[in-house]
T-cell receptor, first 114, second 110 residues
Framework: DGGITQSPKYLFRKEGQNVTLSCEQN?????MYWYRQDPGQGLRLIYY???????QKGDIAEGYSVSREKKESFPLTVTSAQKNPTAFYLC?????????????FGPGTRLTVL | GQQVMQIPQYQHVQEGEDFTTYCNSS?????IQWYKQRPGGHPVFLIQ?????EVKKQKRLTFQFGEAKKNSSLHITATQTTDVGTYFC??????????FGGGTRLMVKP
């Protein structure tokens, strides 16, 4: 079964702690993305990656970091510099970065800062 | 930067009534995509429109792309409880990332 997995589904962290969200895909897609969704709002792009060892900032990259060491994996670290990290985080992938590719989303991780 | 606005933010309908959500971009789009997110779920791709004035149908859903390629709409005929969820449009200008609208949350009373 091809798809995108994200773990954990729910994550709680204390203020001042860094936390890493996992995203894995077995679709053989080149491009991967991280979005943040706040209640009642749309998706905002945090980071994206076109190929291994390359990634670009999205609209709201401050306080986040990513890595892309393997094609299948694109973990997101929410650092203590992110002032309001409580949100629903969605990972997505596309075949490539071309204009006409639909995005496939993972199930998401709901992060709550206590 | 590119902005994509979606209205209404919420819509309550009685089962069997029609529903429409509208999407407007501040810039001309190369294409527009529509996604549906069920409560507690993740967005799932519905359709993509590319051509000016394009109309596509999926059963009770009708999608339109404006002549100027700056607006789009999704119309659902005779809503059912299975239509509940948030509908997002996402527009792209050539070479850029997708920009998502804020979504329209549809609630259907049985």
């Amino acid at each position: 079964d091809g798809g995108i997995t994200q773990s954990p589904k729910y994550l709680f962290r204390k203020e001042g702690q860094n936390v890493t969200l996992s995203c894995e895909q077995n679709l053989n897609h080149d491009a991967m993305y991280w979005y943040r969704q706040d209640p009642g709002q749309g998706l905002r792009l945090i980071y994206y990656s076109q190929i291994v060892n390359d990634f670009q900032k999205g609209d709201i990259a401050e306080g986040y970091s990513v890595s892309r060491e393997k094609k299948e994996s694109f973990p997101l670290t929410v650092t203590s510099a992110q002032k309001n990290p409580t949100a629903f985080y969605l990972c997505a992938s596309t075949i490539g970065l071309a204009d006409y590719n639909e995005q496939f989303f993972g199930p998401g991780t709901r992060l709550t800062v206590l | 930067g590119q902005q994509v606005m979606q209205i209404p933010q919420y819509q309550h309908v009685q089962e069997g009534e029609d529903f429409t959500t509208y999407c407007n971009s501040s810039t001309t789009l190369s294409n527009i995509q529509w996604y549906k997110q069920r409560p507690g779920g993740h967005p799932v791709f519905l359709i993509q429109l590319v051509k000016s004035g394009e109309v596509k149908k999926q059963k009770r859903l009708t999608f339109q792309f404006g002549e100027a390629k700056k607006n789009s709409s999704l119309h659902i005929t005779a809503t059912q409880t299975t239509d509940v969820g948030t509908y997002f449009c996402a527009g792209r200008t050539a070479g850029n990332m997708l920009t998502f609208g804020g979504g329209t949350r549809l609630m259907v009373k049985p």
